[in-house]
């Protein structure tokens, strides 16, 4: 049995919290959220007593830790976390930095511990499944990618508090990235990429509306991604999100964004991404839940890894660089 904690009990902590819940080689044992009131939301849902302090919760009997602090926040409980011995998931990106996300890796190394990074498209079955026919030799070479993921500027401005010290990158990119380098195994030599800051930043949010990055890899072919967190609350979804391949002998789309419920009452909303997850007869399923059980078999078992840290690494080296190249206004080498 895995004793979990849980540090952050937004929208992604108190899933995963369901998610420890229902898997029945995994204890929930406490959490940490520094909101007051996002904190006692969660204790009533769960029936457990949190702390604002997570220094509290390593104190306790636990052998995981699950990190879902905002993306500029996982360092610090990370390294402490890890410190102690416990086995750590840790919500994408790695971190906002490189420096950072290498100390954790090399931490994570010296303890021996089990360490996975949240990128729960490695259990999308789509993704899975295109995957699998690149690994076959179905499509051949691989020679480009276009790639976009865009959000209602819902997420921003009312859905996360923390926008400003995000970006499109590190909230949008880091997804689109890491499928690139998961699908195809191929290394990124450079990125060059431009972001316009005008629309969040007229509402007092200093952050990038949108950036567009080209990457290179080191046999030649190419990558475009695009990602922009503006679009109107009228469209009818939260995520759009289009992954197009090209290959030697063969194209893969995959284009998420109509897998959707809206609805239309007394107003139109949106109401849910049944593809990604859904609760179905009082039972969580879909890719973010997978992971999570995933994480739970490798403590387990003994089970590998499927995202490991050094993949949360070089997708942070990554966007950096998209940040980077922004800044210089130039391409600039990774590798």
């Known amino acids: 049995m895995v004793r979990v904690g849980i540090i952050g009990m937004g929208i992604r902590g108190r899933l ?138 819902y997420v921003p401005t009312q859905m996360i508090s923390w926008a400003s010290r995000s970006s499109p990158g590190w909230f949008l990119m880091s997804h689109c990235v890491d499928m690139a380098l998961w699908l195809t195994k191929k290394r990124v030599k450079s990125v060059d ?18 950036i567009d990055a080209s990457l290179r890899f ?17 469209i009818p979804y939260v995520a759009q999100f289009k992954f197009e391949i090209y290959g030697e002998k063969g194209y893969s789309n995959i284009d998420f964004t109509n897998s959707v419920i809206t609805n239309a009452s007394e107003k139109y909303y949106f109401a849910g991404m049944p593809t990604l997850w859904a609760d179905i007869h009082n039972r969580l399923t879909g890719a973010p839940i997978w992971m999570l059980d995933s994480f739970i078999d490798a403590i387990e078992n003994n089970k590998p890894i499927i995202a490991t840290l050094e993949d949360g690494l070089e997708t942070t080296r990554i966007v950096a660089g998209i940040h980077r190249s922004i800044e210089e206004e130039k391409e600039v080498r990774i590798y």
């Open 218 to 234: 080191e046999d030649g072919s190419i990558a475009h991604i695009f990602s922009s967190w503006i679009l109107p609350e009228s």
């Open 16 to 153: 995963y919290g369901r998610a420890v819940l229902q898997n029945p080689d995994a204890q929930l044992i406490g959490f940490a959220e520094i909101n007051p009131k996002s904190l006692r939301d969660a204790e009533e849902f769960f029936g457990i007593k949190g702390t604002q302090d997570y220094r509290e919760l390593l104190d306790k009997d636990i052998d995981a830790v699950i990190i879902a602090t905002p993306d500029f926040a996982h360092t610090e409980p990370a390294l402490a976390a890890i410190e102690r011995g416990f086995h750590l998931m840790v919500e994408k990106p790695l971190a906002m930095n490189v420096e950072e996300a290498e100390k954790i890796v090399e931490s994570a190394e010296k303890k021996g511990i089990k360490a996975q990074v949240a990128f729960e498209n490695r259990w999308n079955a789509p993704f899975v499944m295109v995957r699998e026919s690149i690994n076959s030799g179905e499509f051949g070479d691989i020679y480009g990618m276009r790639i976009t993921l865009n959000d209602s500027i």
């Open 193 to 210: 990429a431009r972001g316009i800051k005008n629309l969040l930043k007229k509402k007092g949010i200093d952050t990038y509306d949108m």
